[in-house]
């Protein structure tokens, strides 16, 4: 790609014919790759990034993937690049790009004829050492991907364990609350109970009083009748004296 861009005059010129591999809006932005200072400095000391050229001719404007394979190829590359830093390995990202994508007769797969491949029998010393990374970086993904599963079996049983906290809490919360609940009951039973009594005391007592004063009220008015009575009586009797006396005293004369 960098080399057709070279072709070019200008920026300008080169815009005007995009590489038939891309698309307008990629050519572009190889463009403007191309003319960057960061890539310019690259391209001074030799320092080449095809993982990036490669992101960069395989996403669009707003960073998005035309295509999921070459995604994957990607990440790919980008972990591979990852794996040699970590293990401390001098391979070359024209080396990593070549031994990911392959390589056709003068160029590497993906890059054009740009870049060109490590010479194979670079590779070939590389190869045993290659497989042995790889075989380790799997070595490591398994051991990571098992240390996630405990993480997630340890997770899985703290939940369970927090779940089976709760509910035992919540049972608790809930004996208590119909402990508290029939002891609210039982006090406003005993309450009514005791005002019950109250009220029945208080109307026997009033009903007592009343028959108290009924039996006053009785007394008294039999009394006073009996004084009513006797006094009737008593001048009945005196009238009928008198008259009788007049009757049997008078004619004895």
Request: charged share 40%.
């Amino acid at each position: 790609m960098h080399a057709y861009f070279k072709k070019f005059p200008s920026e300008e010129a080169a815009l005007l014919k995009p590489h038939p591999d891309t698309t307008e809006e990629q050519w572009k932005e190889l463009c403007d790759l191309f003319t960057s200072e960061a890539f310019m400095k690259n391209q001074e000391s030799g320092n080449i990034n095809p993982v990036e050229l490669y992101k960069k001719n395989y996403t669009n404007k707003d960073g998005i993937w035309t295509s999921e394979g070459a995604r994957e190829i990607y990440e790919r590359m980008d972990a591979f690049q990852r794996q040699c830093d970590l293990e401390g390995k001098t391979y070359t990202e024209i080396e990593v790009y070549s031994e990911i994508l392959g390589k056709k007769s003068g160029y590497v797969r993906g890059l054009g004829r740009a870049v060109k491949p490590p010479p194979s029998s670079t590779l070939t010393i590389q190869s045993s050492d290659l497989q042995h990374q790889l075989a380790k970086a799997r070595d490591e993904i398994e051991a990571m991907r098992a240390a996630r599963e405990k993480d997630l079996q340890e997770f899985t049983k703290k939940q369970a364990e927090m779940e089976a906290t709760l509910r035992d809490h919540r049972e608790e919360q809930r004996v208590e609350q119909e402990r508290i609940r029939l002891e609210q009951e039982e006090r406003m039973k005993r309450e009514q109970e005791r005002m019950r009594i109250e009220h029945k005391e208080r109307i026997q007592l009033k009903q007592e009083r009343m028959r108290k004063e009924q039996e006053r009220l009785r007394a008294e008015i039999s009394k006073e009748l009996e004084k009513k009575m006797s006094s009737v009586m008593e001048k009945k009797m005196s009238d009928m004296s008198k008259r009788l006396f007049s009757q049997f005293g008078g004619s004895k004369r």
